[in-house]
């Protein structure tokens, strides 16, 4: 008998998750619905329109992103609310973390119109998990502010967590945030780099701080990041 879930029903957006680099992680579910609801909106009509030509797939794409997400957001609920069928993503991984997708999905839940996670593939849980770090509680705060000052107060802040810290950080600024966590936090404080997960350069950097901040520095910083940190105490 056919899973009734793969087949896209009026009125319900599906928040969808789509590879982080590896196509093979999209799951039948998420390929099978972005197939064929009404409307896939998404962040960059060009990079998921390149997805879907890749899987062999033709759907209307609706722009929604950080400039447009207020005005797109009520457009979407307008038209679930007229009976279409729409999956929401992102560029990559699971959308609405550090990503578009929050405004549309409460609009939805504001007027009562159905929202259906069909989960997948997350940078930020396949570092964690990977990682050795633990994973009984983490605190998850998305990018690193972009000015050094508010790294170093966000540093600080979290110095005595007493679980995980999960952050993004652009390729352009983890080596100076890694090198501003080593004076805060110190040399001997447990982090995890992770670089371009799920692609062929692929790349973990845990252990103590320092020796982590010296790899680095001798590494290309091409590609997206997840920087992790133990709680104080924690030994690997």
């Known amino acids: 008998m056919e899973n009734a879930s793969l087949r896209p ?4 957006l599906y928040v969808v998750a789509t590879p982080i680099g590896n196509l093979a992680d999209l799951t039948e579910r998420a390929r099978t619905l972005l197939g064929t609801v009404d409307l896939v909106a998404c962040e960059d009509t060009r990079t998921t329109g390149a997805l879907l030509t890749r899987l062999g797939l033709r759907r209307e794409l ?3 992103h950080e400039h447009n997400e207020r005005e797109a957001a009520a457009e979407l609920a307008r038209r679930l609310a007229a009976g279409a069928s729409v999956a929401l993503v992102s560029d990559a991984g699971t959308p609405g973390l550090s990503d578009p997708g929050f405004r549309v999905v409460r609009a939805c839940r504001q007027a009562g119109l159905p929202v259906v996670p069909v989960p997948g593939p997350n ?3 396949a570092a964690l998990c990977a990682s050795g770090l633990p994973t009984n509680g983490f605190l998850y705060l998305g ?3 972009p000015k050094s000052a508010a790294r170093i107060a966000c540093f600080t802040r979290h110095r005595e967590l007493e679980y995980t810290l999960a952050l993004f950080e652009s ?3 983890i080596g100076k945030a890694v090198e501003e966590l080593v004076t805060v936090l110190g040399p001997d404080r447990v982090i995890a780099v992770a670089k371009e997960l799920t692609k062929v350069h692929e790349t973990f950097l845990v252990g103590p701080a320092g020796e982590v901040r010296d790899r680095l520095s001798r590494l290309s910083l091409k590609g997206e ?5 133990a709680p104080a105490g924690f030994v690997l």
């Open 9 to 12: 029903l009026p009125g319900h």
């Open 62 to 64: 609706f722009p929604y």
């Open 123 to 125: 940078a930020l849980l």
């Open 143 to 145: 990018f690193l502010p």
């Open 171 to 173: 390729c352009h600024r």
């Open 225 to 229: 990041f997840v920087l992790l940190i």
